[in-house]
């Protein structure tokens, strides 16, 4: 069990890089603490800080996308307002404008996953178009950013996710 | 072996909770439910062995919501509420 020091030193650390990414964390504090505590249960458990509010298998590789900020959240903070934990808010929510609740999961089941990741995987093989590009180019599924290097960067510069959340995207 | 967890109160019919205990909106739910002072049983999938919450989801989860994401709460066995929905639970149970 971490301690309240540790919850309120991820918190402020979450804080922190959202604000200076452009994201917020949800304003009510003790609910935001929450999640971080359950980030930090799932990390005791698993070995990374899985989302609090889904199912993590234990498997790292099957659950890089809920490996929070998971590959979900910004579409959700687009339609949503808030992420499916809500840890995440929209401007508006933050300044008290409007509420976060409970939003549908977009996380597609495991059967449909795996299909996708079979089909990514063909279509990069493959290689169509665009292979006149001197270099690869890398996709950060959490935030979006691209880059243009042989490797994808260790820390995405961006959303701070790891190199193993990069897909090849051209 | 299964443990589920039972919580005293007023008998509204058989009341599941299938929860998870890390997640916020879970603990939103039971805490709704202790307010209303429903009798419930619930479950934390995450607390369980592997095999144990891979049967519960693919016997029980699964039927109601096939997307098997929590809170699920399965009222009477006929209806599901997935999800934190304070309007949808105290129009069932309040």
Redesign the interface.
């Known amino acids: 069990m971490a301690t309240q020091a540790e919850i309120d030193k991820l918190y402020e650390k979450l804080d922190r890089e959202a604000e200076a990414g452009g994201y917020h964390l949800n304003p009510d504090i003790e ?1 935001a603490k ?2 971080a ?2 980030l930090l ?2 990390e005791e458990r698993y070995g990374y800080q899985a989302c ?5 298998s ?1 498997i790292k590789e099957e659950d890089l996308d809920i490996i929070c900020p998971c590959d979900y959240r910004d579409p959700d903070l687009n339609q949503y307002e808030a992420c499916y ?2 840890l995440y808010v929209s401007g508006r929510i933050k300044r008290g404008e409007s509420q976060a ?5 977009r996380r597609p ?1 495991k059967e449909v996953r795996d299909k996708m990741k079979e089909e990514q995987e063909k279509k990069a093989k493959e290689g169509k178009g665009l292979s006149i590009l001197p270099l690869p180019v890398w996709r950060c599924k959490v935030c979006g950013y691209l880059c243009a290097r042989e490797e994808p960067p260790e820390v995405c510069p961006i959303c701070k996710a790891t190199k193993e959340r990069f897909e090849r995207f051209i | 072996m299964i443990e589920w967890k039972h919580i005293e109160g007023k008998n509204k019919g058989k009341v599941r909770l299938y929860a ?8 939103k739910t039971k805490k709704l439910l202790d307010q209303l002072g429903v009798a419930y049983d619930h479950l934390d ?2 607390l369980l062995s ?1 095999a144990e ?1 891979d049967k519960i ?1 693919a016997e029980e989860v699964k039927k109601w919501n ?5 809170p699920t709460m399965v009222v009477n066995d006929s209806k599901a509420i997935v ?3 304070e309007d949808e639970v105290k129009k069932l149970l309040g």
């Open positions: 609910f929450d999640l505590a359950g249960t799932n609090p509010c889904r199912r993590a234990g934990c809500a609740h409970t939003i549908p999961e089941p | 998870l205990s890390t997640c916020v909106w879970c603990k999938i995450d592997d919450s989801e096939p997307k098997l994401n929590y999800g934190y929905s």
